[in-house]
């Protein structure tokens, strides 16, 4: 019964190849977030999806494609893929505001490693 | 540019003692500030919120303190906990909009 659930936990490949992250909420919410924490734990949001619409997209490589097919579900696509990219990868989701800001609710994680 | 700063990598405190985790900003427009607490291999979770027309909340023993003038807020934990040995992550936001985070203070909390 996890609430915002990613996959995979972990995924290490190498140079130049094509990765997908996917991401699941349970909680009826509106947005969904991805998130990326560097190795310098600094957690920055790259995109921002409410009721499938792009709605926030910060100064991310176009190597990297969100995708909501339905608002429940957010996949973050990689392409050619560089070393830099490495990094933990969260996903997240909040309810509309309803004139209170909400907190986000996080998944676990995805830890990708670039060789 | 990073808006949100918490310059304190890592602090240890003793189990019943005080934990005053800080965090400074940069943008006087952020109106609405978060902690999240963070265990290895989990995502954040949220703790505690304090919006800018307050300069205190509390819930339980965490208490958030905000000071405006000074572009500060604080977490304080009393008594401190072992199983309050985490990563803390304060976060901004304005006006609603997205939320900037800081890089995190790790606590221990020695038994």
């Known amino acids: 019964d996890t609430a915002v659930s990613q996959t995979p936990k972990y995924l290490v490949t190498q140079m130049g190849n094509d990765k997908s992250i996917k991401c699941e909420q349970n909680l009826g919410h509106d947005t969904m977030y991805w998130y990326k924490q560097d190795s310098k734990k600094f957690l920055k949001i790259m995109f921002s999806?409410?009721?499938?619409?792009?709605?926030i997209n910060e100064t991310v490589p176009n190597r990297f494609s969100p995708k909501s097919p339905d608002k429940a579900h957010l996949n973050l696509h990689i392409n050619s893929l560089e070393l830099g990219d490495s990094a933990v990868y969260f996903c997240a989701s909040s309810p509309a505001g309803g004139g209170v800001i909400p907190p986000l609710h996080f998944g676990n994680g995805t830890r990708l490693t670039v060789t | 540019d990073q808006q949100v700063k918490q310059n304190s990598p890592s602090l240890s405190v003793q189990e019943g003692r005080i934990s005053i985790l800080n965090c400074d900003y940069t943008n006087s427009m952020f109106d609405y500030f978060l902690w999240y607490k963070k265990y290895p291999a989990e995502g954040p979770t949220f703790l505690i919120s304090?919006?800018?027309?307050?300069d205190k909340n509390e819930d339980g023993r965490f208490t958030v303190f905000l000071n405006k003038s000074a572009k500060h807020l604080s977490l304080h934990i009393v008594p401190s906990q072992p199983g309050d040995s985490a990563v803390y992550f304060c976060a901004a936001s304005a006006l609603g909009n997205q939320f900037y985070f800081g890089t995190g203070t790790s606590l221990t909390v020695i038994p």
């Open positions: 304090i919006s800018s027309i307050k």
């Open positions: 999806y409410n009721n499938k619409e792009l709605i």
